[in-house]
């Protein structure tokens, strides 16, 4: 019995390889010095979700992602994999979503595809480093979720439920949950797999059309239909049946005040005796700063 999952993934600057001044003068980030990349840990959500079809051939595998029309790369790259069908949110009114405001959108998205049994993102995006856009997302659709996840031990599609092993401090524990669920995912297991040279061919010229009024199913079918180009579906803020007042700027109750560059010299670097006694000094060290307590 096939599933219908939705994988979440985010296109990322790729701060492991900065090739100039990473912020600008105005304390925003130089985009053009940083190249765009796949967020890493939603690569091993889509690895999770394809292995589920491997075993469940009959899955739907949906990939969504919200961004700038740029974003359509990792769409691209999510299909070169394996996904059957691929959604790009984008519309103005999405820029300067917080992550209340980025879930909120993604869970319109999430609404329009229907009855969904997974939806799996990663456990964190490496620019904005929050880790809550799953978690909300999931509160926002009524969904369970199972969050740090490396490995999903079993998944009964008959009877509906799944079983995950999630990462906590210092070992791990194994979740049961009822579907629909939605899991978000560490780079600790589901090794992804390379693109297809077979699904690079077929989808190298693949753009995004607007599918205006159309409804999940007929974006469903006409992506079917097209080898090659139309497949990306692009969808906007009235086609996701969004409240404007809920997304971006508008949405995000977050402010930024001021953003600082922290570089760290040699002399803001202190070892500390890794003891009992020497934990509990640099404890009350920071207690005493109000660092924490
Ligand atoms: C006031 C404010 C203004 C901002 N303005 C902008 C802006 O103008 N432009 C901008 O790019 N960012 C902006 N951001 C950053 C933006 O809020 C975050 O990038 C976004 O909400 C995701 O949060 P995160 O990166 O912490 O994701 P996390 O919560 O760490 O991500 C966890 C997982 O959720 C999924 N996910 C996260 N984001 C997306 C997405 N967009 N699409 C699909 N899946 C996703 C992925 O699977 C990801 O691995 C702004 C933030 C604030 C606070």
């Known amino acids: 019995m096939g599933l219908n999952i939705v994988v979440l993934v985010k296109q990322v600057p790729d701060t492991k390889n900065v090739t100039g ?60 994999r394996g996904a059957d069908f691929v959604a790009l949110i984008t519309d103005r009114k999405f820029a300067g979503a917080d992550t209340l405001a980025t879930s909120y959108a993604l869970s319109c998205a999430i609404r329009k595809i229907g009855a969904v049994d997974l939806v799996l993102c990663g456990r964190q995006a490496i620019d904005g480093d929050t880790a809550q856009v799953g978690p909300q997302t999931a509160e926002k659709l009524g969904m369970n979720q199972i969050t740090c996840v490396s490995d999903i031990a079993e998944l009964d599609a008959k009877k509906r439920t799944i079983s995950a092993r999630r990462s906590i401090e210092g070992g791990f524990e194994l979740v049961k949950a009822k579907l629909p669920v939605l899991l978000t995912v560490t780079d600790e ?105």
């Open 189 to 293: 297991g589901f090794e992804p797999r390379p693109p297809s040279a077979r699904r690079v061919m077929m989808y190298k010229n693949a753009v995004a059309s607007a599918s205006n009024d159309a409804s999940y199913d007929e974006c469903y079918m006409n992506a079917s239909a097209c080898a090659d180009d139309d497949i990306i579906a692009l969808w906007d803020i009235a086609s996701i049946k969004a409240d404007p007042e809920a997304c971006g700027l508008a949405g995000s109750p977050t402010k930024v005040k001021k953003i600082d560059s922290v570089v760290l010299t040699a002399q803001d670097i202190r070892m500390v005796d890794a003891s009992e006694s020497g934990i509990a000094a640099l404890v009350h060290e920071l207690i005493a700063d109000h660092t924490i307590g």
């Open 21 to 80: 001044k990473a912020m600008k003068d105005d304390g925003t980030v130089n985009r053009a010095a940083l190249p765009a990349i796949f967020n890493p840990e939603d690569l091993h959500a889509l690895e999770a979700a394809l292995r589920i079809k491997d075993a469940h051939p009959d899955t739907r595998v949906n990939v969504i992602t919200m961004g700038p029309p740029a974003a359509a790369q990792v769409l691209k790259e999510s299909l070169f």
